[in-house]
C-alpha cells in the first residue's frame, strides 16, 4: 500500500514562510497526479495545488504567487514552499496522491496544522 506523511507545519507570522514536505512511501510506479489540500474550521477542504504526471500545476487564486509546489525525487516527497502567509491561510494541509500502479487509488496524508498569527 502507499503511504502518506506531512511534515512541516507550526505556528508563523503574518508575511512569514514555510515549507511542507509530503513523505510517500509503498510501491508507486504510476502517479496520475498530487496535490496539497487544506482544510480550515468550518470550511469545505479545498484544493491548493496540484502537480500532475505531465509536469503541469494548477493553484488555487488566493495563492497564486505565493506557493510552489514541487517534487522530489530522490526523497521521494511532495512539497509546498508557501510564502508572505496570510491568516487565511491558516488550515490543516494534505497531501493526496492519485495512484495508478500498481495500486489505483487516492491516498491521503493524516495533515498538518498550518497556523498565521495576525
Known amino acids: 500500500q502507499v503511504q502518506l506523511v506531512e511534515s512541516g507545519g507550526g505556528l508563523v507570522q503574518t508575511g512569514g514562510s514555510l515549507r511542507l514536505s509530503c513523505l510517500i512511501s509503498?510501491?508507486?510506479?504510476?502517479?496520475?497526479?498530487m496535490g496539497w489540500y487544506r482544510q480550515a474550521p468550518g470550511k469545505e477542504r479545498e484544493l491548493v495545488a496540484s502537480?500532475?504526471?505531465?509536469?503541469?500545476?494548477n493553484y488555487a487564486d488566493s495563492v497564486k504567487g505565493r506557493f510552489a509546489i514541487s517534487r522530489d525525487n530522490v526523497k521521494n516527497a511532495l512539497n509546498l514552499q508557501m510564502n508572505s502567509l496570510k491568516h487565511e491561510d491558516t488550515a490543516v494541509y494534505s497531501c493526496?496522491?492519485?495512484?495508478?500502479?500498481?495500486?489505483?487509488?487516492?491516498?491521503w496524508g493524516p495533515g498538518t496544522q498550518v497556523t498565521v498569527s495576525s
Open positions: 493526496r496522491v492519485h495512484s495508478l500502479s500498481p495500486y489505483s487509488g487516492i491516498f
Open positions: 502537480l500532475r504526471s505531465d509536469g503541469s500545476t
Open positions: 509503498g510501491r508507486i510506479f504510476r502517479i496520475n497526479s
